[in-house]
């Protein structure tokens, strides 16, 4: 009986041995990403987030931060921020300018259903689209948009409609594209670009204003009593690049303005201007440099910080810097060699948490064909592509 | 009873050592491939024994028109002879809400080991006509570039691929 228990011994320690397995902990890693690994050419933290052909731009991160949306030549695509494969939200012929989330499944776009491109004059529409309906479902919600900005605490959308040659009006819509509130206080001219104010309770409006020659006016506009005033009248032949942006230190927006007569280039300079609603009064912004030419800038999700692409002076090459307002500290965040950044007003876009900024790039172009050792789907900086860069400061953290 | 004890302890004894035997030996048996699992091959790698060439000079020569002949090199960098090499070449253009890819096919019987050939394509790099209503390209600022991108594939799994990325 005793070499009956120490057999049965013996064969429980060879059952348990056998289950041990030195690597068991060792998980397989995922398949890489395109590109991963790859330094991009803007600095060893920037990640590709999508690859291959197509002029892509307009980067929309969605509400838990684990997809992004993108125009590729024209119509609107997700992806996973990891590895995953891309969706396709319109038909190939749509036009889309911008696509911002509405929900972690349903997206607005602003452009138009099918080409040619528009041309700045023409108004667009706005559609409304769905993950769970189906292939290619959507639905035009509002015509004859200026501009449009996700609504207060990323529900609904504020909209200015065109109502006249050189009149407009807001207007705020639910989620579901249904018309939640017309404004009837209209706006003397033509809204091109609109953004909410931190506390989702006022609105900044750039707005070009009838005139001989181009004129433009910020305008704020109380989304509760829905009247507007004028806070900023720039000088003739001054243009607003872009929506403003409404940080906690003030109103930022990027002022475009022709090169003098006789400077050797017709290319417009662009500076990063700053103004607060009640002193009406703008100045550039502090902390930039007064040499800094600014393309353009998107401020972070809790309103402390702005990313903006620009030069430090109009001979550097296009970076991204993040800007702390309260600190005036400006930091570049990518470190450009030989790429070149996407310079679109809607080309840029903060994660939800803050912690990363993604822009579009490609390498320069070539005179010369060159020759890849890999499918074309594959290659990033041959291709304007989305780049995820890491960004630190006070929101890096949470 | 005793008896009975011994056999129920026997045959338990025979069938946990023969249970624990199998585990180690399946353990010792996927050691070695745990260590070599390793994520599938980025697309981008082709197999070393089958090498593509494209000329960039004589792509640089080519024109946006019908007919124009590109010869790709095929190489057996490998120590077997390779049979059924099936050539896939794609032109495409950049933009990619265009239609427009156009397709060449040939075969290489046999292609002895070390063995180098070149293929003659003859392309059709002339651009489609774009509608008025399907023009979106226009949104990129740049004419949109031609894309030739060369596959070789064969039946027993060996691969290779090339891309040229025209300017505009």
Known sequence: MRWGWAALLAAALLLVGGCLHSSEETSIPPLPAAGEGVDPGLGPEAQPLSSGPGYKGSPSWSPQGSRIAFTVDGYVVDRPVGTGDTRRWTTKDFVAEEAEWTSDGSLVIFGVASGPAPTHEVSRSVYRARSGEGSLGIKEVATDVLAMSPGPGGEGLIVALQTSAYQSELAMLRDSGAVDRIYTSTVGGRVTGLSLSPDGRRAVLAVRVPGARTSFELHVFGLRAGTHRTIARLGEGLEIFGAPQWTKKGICYVVGKEEAPGGGGTEPLYDLHSVTPDSGVPESTPGVGEDFVASSIRVSPDGGRLAVIGRLNPKAPINLYVLDLAAQDFEAVTTNENMEIKTGPDDLAWSPGGKSIAIVARGILSEEPHVRAAPKEALLEDFYNLYEVPVGGPEAGR | ?168
């Open chain 2, 1 to 168: 009873m005793r008896e009975a004890a011994l056999w129920i302890s026997g045959a338990a004894f025979a069938f946990l050592a023969t249970a624990g035997a199998f585990l180690l030996l399946a353990n010792l048996g996927t050691g070695p491939s745990e260590r070599n699992l390793t994520p599938n091959p980025r697309p981008s790698e082709s197999d070393p024994t089958l090498e593509l060439t494209l000329n960039e000079d004589r792509l640089a020569s080519l024109k946006a028109l019908p007919g124009q002949e590109l010869r790709v090199g095929v190489r057996n960098a490998g120590g077997e002879d390779i049979s059924d090499i099936h050539l896939v070449l794609e032109v495409s253009s950049e933009n990619t809400a265009l239609s427009d890819a156009r397709y060449y096919r040939k075969t290489i019987d046999e292609l002895p080991a070390r063995g180098f050939t070149t293929v003659p394509f003859y392309l059709d790099l002339s651009s489609p006509e774009i509608t008025a209503s399907g023009s979106p390209s226009a949104l990129s600022p740049d004419p949109p570039r031609k894309i030739i991108e060369v596959r070789a594939m064969t039946p027993g799994g060996v691969s290779a691929i090339k891309t040229a990325i025209m300017p505009g």
